[in-house]
């Protein structure tokens, strides 16, 4: 199972919106509604940020938001903040039982 | 609140194996599966493989398929996974999620803190 293709890096200034891809194919992406979002911060664990593509669980702020098109996943944070600097990984159902993870993308606020 | 605690920090030298353990509180742990997941240094996350905790049911990352092995005492509420022929690129923190088809969406929502498996001779 191959890695899901994310960008290394991305940026923005505070208030500003980033917008990571996350492409797969049709064993994974395309063929499921079951891509999750995760911020990772250094020695952390990861946090789960939005799943089946655009949910939000409770708790995580409404700056974040998910979509998807074709074999294209992305994750939108708004109005960016400082505590938003982290790794973000995408990760796919890719069915019978299989799992598999993006490269992870660097934020950066500038 | 759901929390699972892993078991601490190990040292271990090239060829042995490395067990490490995961306690689930706070929820109902057999309708749940556990995934494990690890990040070497510098690395993406890379995912290994589950068990439903209510079958016992395991399956596998090719990658890992042989040396590694998933399991759980549902007494303990704890799920364990054991990596063998160890060699220093396993050098990395571990990671066990729990994961819910329907109520989590196939998301893994919640996390261990993670255990570092260092390899060293």
């Known amino acids: 199972q191959s890695a899901l293709t994310q960008p290394p890096s991305a940026s923005g200034s505070p208030g500003q919106s980033v917008t990571i891809s996350c492409t797969g194919t049709?064993?994974?992406?395309?063929?499921?509604?079951?891509v999750s979002w995760y911020q990772h911060h250094p020695g952390k664990a990861p946090k789960l940020m939005i799943y089946?593509?655009?949910k939000r669980p409770s708790g995580v702020p409404d700056r974040f938001s998910g979509s998807k098109s074709d074999n294209t996943a992305s994750l939108t944070v708004s109005g960016l903040q400082a505590e938003d600097e982290a790794v973000y990984y995408c990760?796919?159902?890719?069915?019978?039982?299989?799992?598999?993870f993006g490269g992870g993308t660097k934020v950066t606020v500038l | 609140q759901v929390q699972h605690v892993q078991s601490g920090a190990e040292v271990k030298k090239p060829g042995a194996s490395v067990k490490v353990s995961c306690k689930a509180s706070g929820y109902t742990f057999n309708i749940y599966a556990i995934h494990w997941v690890r990040q070497a240094p510098g690395q993406r996350l890379e995912y290994m493989g589950w068990i439903n905790v209510a079958s016992g049911d395991r399956k596998y990352s090719q990658k890992f398929q042989g040396r590694v092995t998933i399991t759980r005492d549902t007494s303990a509420s704890t799920a364990y996974m054991e990596l063998s022929s160890l060699t220093s690129e396993d050098t990395a923190v571990y990671y066990c999620?729990?994961?819910?088809?329907?109520?989590?969406?196939?998301?893994?929502?919640?996390w261990g803190q993670g255990t570092l498996v260092t390899v060293s001779s």
């Open positions: 049709s064993s994974d992406v395309v063929g499921y509604k079951y």
């Open positions: 999620a729990r994961e819910h088809d329907t109520l989590t969406g196939y998301s893994f929502d919640h």
């Open positions: 990760s796919s159902y890719a069915g019978s039982g299989n799992w598999v």
């Open positions: 089946e593509i655009s």
